[in-house]
């Protein structure tokens, strides 16, 4: 870690331990596998994002804590944890002291510990390891135990380039290269992104042109009605005003309704899946309001489009036609 510490360029280096929370498993380093993280709280998280994880309720772990946790959104789920739940690690009890904010990643089934005792986590998991430790046999300590370093860079630093001199000038240490590793997650991620676009695509589609041939119809049906209305004086402002506010009200309707089944659907399927660990929805107030908002543009894109077809005819004419069909 000093090593790395002296690299130029280099702002700031945590020590780190990840382990598999069931070592039997086969899903390590994935979406689904729960992990558990020690960090060295003595010193600062060198990400420029995440200063601290976002937690939701209670609080982030503290220099001097033992034996307390804070875990990820999904996990707690999954079970039943809250502030103040206990959590039996490797045989030892936990105190859960906060739950993260969900963040739809991987800390989302996250249990972040003090490092120490990550420490006393893998060397009970790994019995060759608690023997050589036993032994004497290596100038290994149990505080030299790291399976990772979170490496921070200056402002103004190309992190490639620094994580490049880290390779060169430190031997033996794993260099993951940020730009390899977006790529990485990009190319991971393309086909499932690709997928919801183009099923948001269709969606977009059919939703829309169903609403508009709804709502214009809905219109036209009730033409010979408008005509008589401009015949006996009203303006054609408050016969578009009339339709606008009608469909505004079904849309609006109808959108409510949408998202309560949306959410209503969406909870339901994740209590199923959170039997292993898992969630799969997120309805965040944006994503909510934003379709909200969309229905209502369509539907009064809809209705500005039948009330400019019937306020071109003459009333004589919209009476002609209602009639007729």
């Known amino acids: 870690m000093e090593a790395i510490r002296k690299v130029d360029g280099v702002a700031g280096v945590q020590p780190q331990i990840m382990l598999p929370l069931n070592p039997s498993t086969s899903q390590f380093l994935t979406l ?8 060295d709280l003595s010193l600062p998280m060198p990400n420029r994002h ?7 309720a209670g609080r982030f772990l503290r220099e001097g804590d033992r034996r307390r946790a804070v875990v990820g959104a999904s996990f707690a789920a999954s079970r039943g944890l809250g502030v103040g739940s206990a959590l039996v690690l490797e045989g030892e009890r936990y105190e859960v002291v906060g739950v993260l904010e969900r963040m739809m990643t991987a800390p989302d089934r996250f249990v972040i510990v003090p490092i120490a005792d990550a420490r006393e986590q893998w060397v009970a998991k790994d019995r060759l390891l608690r023997t050589l430790l036993a032994s004497g046999a290596a100038a290994l300590r149990a505080e030299d ?21 880290i390779r060169e000038q430190v031997p033996g240490v794993n260099v993951q290269i940020p730009s390899e590793l977006s790529e ?30 709804t709502v214009a119809a809905a219109v036209f049906e009730r033409i ?5 209305k401009r015949a006996l004086g009203a ?21 409510l309704l949408g998202v309560v089944l949306a959410i209503a659907l969406g909870v339901s399927i994740d209590r199923w899946v ?52």
């Open 32 to 39: 689904t596998q729960e992990i558990v993280l020690g960090v």
């Open 50 to 56: 995440y200063a601290t994880l976002p937690v939701r």
């Open 145 to 165: 135990l790291n399976t990772g370093a979170a490496v921070g860079w200056r402002d103004g630093e190309d992190p490639d380039a620094v994580a490049h001199r």
């Open 184 to 213: 990485l997650l990009r190319s991971s991620t393309a086909f499932f992104s690709a997928l919801l676009v183009g099923i948001g695509t269709l969606a977009f589609v059919i939703g829309g042109l169903s609403l508009a041939n």
């Open 224 to 228: 010979r009605d408008f005509g008589v």
């Open 235 to 255: 303006t054609d402002w408050q016969v578009g005003r009339e339709v606008l506010g009608e469909a505004l009200a079904v849309t609006l309707s109808g959108g």
């Open 274 to 325: 959170q039997q292993r660990g898992q969630e799969l929805f997120l309805f965040s107030p944006r994503l909510l309001g934003g379709a909200l908002v969309f229905s209502l543009a369509l539907g009064a894109a809809a209705a500005a489009y039948a009330a400019l077809r019937i306020v071109r005819l003459s009333p004589a004419e919209a009476i002609r036609r209602g009639s007729a069909a």
